[in-house]
């Protein structure tokens, strides 16, 4: 007959758990990567609207000589080829006042607008006189 001894237990296993840390860091990393290039779109769409705005603003002052309806409609057309959106032009005197939008989507199902107003006209002079 054998003597029996005391029972053996065998020490819990942890086989596995690496790979759950790493899947774990790489999940991290992708989300972060997504929140990163969804901040980069946002801020890229918002200097695309302020290009944009200026370069209509500056076309557009141009002819405020012609009126307000030559002026914006030329604003329009360089804000539309810059890939924004003629939100408003207003003439100022000789000064023409254009806001421009673009809209980016930084995710899937998320839109958001960037939006810039600039101010366009002669040269003006300074306190110290003519430039």
């Known amino acids: 007959m054998t003597a029996a001894g005391p029972p053996t237990y065998a020490a819990p296993s942890d086989r596995g758990s690496a ?41 557009g002052a ?10 914006c409609a030329r604003a329009a057309m360089i804000v539309e080829a810059n890939g924004a959106r003629l939100v408003s032009c207003t003439p100022d005197g000789l000064d023409l006042l254009v806001t421009a939008d673009v809209v980016v989507h930084p995710m899937p199902g998320l839109a958001r607008t960037a939006r810039a107003t600039t101010r366009a006209g002669p040269v003006r002079a300074g306190p110290g006189g003519p430039p």
Do not use: E, F, Y
């Open 62 to 71: 141009a002819r405020t000589l012609d009126g307000a309806g030559p002026a």
């Open 19 to 59: 790979s759950l840390w790493v899947l774990a860091v790489g999940l991290l990393l992708v989300a972060a990567g997504i929140a990163g290039a969804a901040v980069g779109a946002a801020r890229v769409a918002g200097r695309q609207a302020k290009v944009a705005a200026d370069l209509g603003a500056l076309a």
